[in-house]
């Protein structure tokens, strides 16, 4: 099989961030908190499986997929409460298949688009764009020469898996099966799962890391790497978005180790302290519990500048002044 080396140089700024990102995995393995705080874990695994799909236009609230997920009836499209099904099981496999088989792929597709379409787990036989929103980035390699290409990259990764870093591996990956587009749908959703698996093999923490929460974050930007690493025709871009989105991820576990931020006003640590996790609270309980009777001074010293640090989430994004809002610790 002739081999296929994907296009890409380490820059500075790569070298730079992988060392940053090598030392905060150090310090949050030191740490253990994963170990010993389950509901971190869950809660995590909540937000990986809710931000990959939103990417994708799904429309279920964390609370509703959480719903989903706890076997609670939901309301809501029907297709999109099976792709929370799915992701949940295809998430729940991360460290028992092997990221480097092109046969367990397959069957990953297969869970994570069950029921969703008749050619689930098989290559796509037709043309296929990569799309943000409705402007079409690129056209995908016709689907003759998927079956070469994704024969070609695994026999890369398993090539360069001793001499190529796993953060740097595992970016190349994301944005090569993202270009070939090998299956007619799915194909974001497997590729953010895949990188989430080849650093898992580095550091089994990267399993409750929700790096698909940063991406959601800066899905502007995501697309925007993808489609400027085509014109340029490496992947160098988009290693860097990455290794930006994995950065600002592991700052975000590091708190959640360490259980405070230096940061953050005596206000907003008070509210994070008085939470707890994977629980919903209205503004009108957030305020009992804290003692505090005024509303508007509530929102503007406590609750606002916890949501603009990603502290505290609603549970209806789309619906801010609901008076079903609830409120929930990250």
């Given at each position: 099989?002739?081999?296929?080396?994907?296009?890409?140089?380490?820059?500075?700024?790569?070298?730079?961030?992988?060392?940053?990102?090598?030392?905060?995995?150090?310090?949050?393995?030191?740490?253990?908190?994963?170990?010993?705080?389950?509901?971190?874990?869950?809660?995590?695994?909540?937000?990986?499986?809710?931000?990959?799909?939103?990417?994708?236009?799904?429309?279920?609230?964390?609370?509703?997929?959480?719903?989903?997920?706890?076997?609670?009836?939901?309301?809501?499209?029907?297709?999109?409460?099976?792709?929370?099904?799915?992701?949940?099981?295809?998430?729940?496999?991360?460290?028992k298949f092997d990221?480097?088989?092109?046969?367990?792929?397959?069957?990953?597709?297969?869970?994570?688009?069950?029921?969703?379409?008749?050619?689930?787990?098989?290559?796509?036989?037709?043309?296929?764009?990569?799309?943000?929103?409705?402007?079409?980035?690129?056209?995908?390699?016709?689907?003759?020469?998927?079956?070469?290409?994704?024969?070609?990259?695994?026999?890369?990764?398993?090539?360069?898996?001793?001499?190529?870093?796993?953060?740097?591996?595992?970016?190349?990956?994301?944005?090569?099966?993202?270009?070939?587009?090998?299956?007619?749908?799915?194909?974001?959703?497997?590729?953010?799962?895949?990188?989430?698996?080849?650093?898992?093999?580095?550091?089994?923490?990267?399993?409750?890391?929700?790096?698909?929460?940063?991406?959601?974050?800066?899905?502007?930007?995501?697309?925007?790497?993808?489609?400027?690493?085509?014109?340029?025709?490496?992947?160098?871009?988009?290693?860097?978005?990455?290794?930006?989105?994995?950065?600002?991820?592991?700052?975000?576990?590091?708190?959640?180790?360490?259980?405070?931020?230096?940061?953050?006003?005596?206000?907003?640590?008070?509210?994070?302290?008085?939470?707890?996790?994977?629980v919903p609270y209205?503004?009108?309980?957030?305020?009992?519990?804290?003692?505090?009777?005024?509303?508007?001074?509530?929102?503007?010293?406590?609750?606002?500048?916890?949501?603009?640090?990603?502290?505290?989430?609603?549970?209806?994004?789309?619906?801010?002044?609901?008076?079903?809002?609830?409120?929930?610790?990250?």
């Amino acid at each position: 099989m002739e081999k296929n080396h994907p296009p890409f140089s380490l820059t500075n700024n790569m070298i730079l961030l992988t060392g940053q990102i090598a030392e905060k995995v150090g310090k949050i393995s030191s740490y253990k908190t994963f170990e010993t705080k389950p509901y971190l874990r869950r809660n995590n695994r909540i937000r990986s499986i809710h931000s990959s799909l939103a990417i994708e236009a799904n429309s279920l609230s964390v609370d509703e997929v959480q719903g989903v997920i706890n076997g609670k009836s939901v309301m809501g499209p029907e297709r999109e409460i099976q792709e929370v099904k799915n992701a949940y099981k295809a998430y729940d496999l991360l460290g028992k298949f092997d990221p480097y088989s092109l046969k367990d792929l397959q069957k990953i597709h297969g869970i994570m688009t069950y029921l969703l379409l008749q050619d689930s787990g098989v290559f796509r036989t037709h043309n296929e764009g990569v799309f943000k929103g409705e402007t079409c980035i690129f056209m995908a390699p016709p689907p003759q020469f998927v079956p070469q290409l994704m024969q070609q990259l695994f026999a890369w990764m398993k090539e360069s898996r001793q001499s190529i870093h796993p953060l740097i591996l595992s970016s190349v990956f994301h944005y090569e099966f993202v270009f070939i587009h090998p299956f007619s749908d799915g194909n974001g959703r497997i590729a953010r799962l895949w990188q989430t698996a080849l650093l898992s093999l580095w550091n089994p923490l990267f399993q409750y890391i929700p790096i698909e929460s940063r991406i959601q974050e800066f899905q502007d930007d995501y697309y925007d790497a993808i489609a400027a690493c085509h014109v340029a025709g490496n992947s160098n871009r988009f290693i860097e978005f990455m290794l930006d989105m994995i950065n600002l991820s592991l700052d975000r576990a590091i708190e959640q180790s360490t259980g405070k931020n230096a940061l953050l006003t005596p206000q907003v640590q008070k509210l994070i302290d008085a939470m707890e996790y994977n629980v919903p609270y209205t503004i009108h309980q957030l305020m009992e519990l804290l003692g505090i009777a005024s509303r508007s001074s509530f929102r503007k010293t406590y609750l606002v500048p916890a949501l603009d640090k990603k502290l505290v989430f609603m549970t209806m994004p789309d619906k801010p002044t609901s008076k079903n809002q609830t409120y929930i610790k990250y």
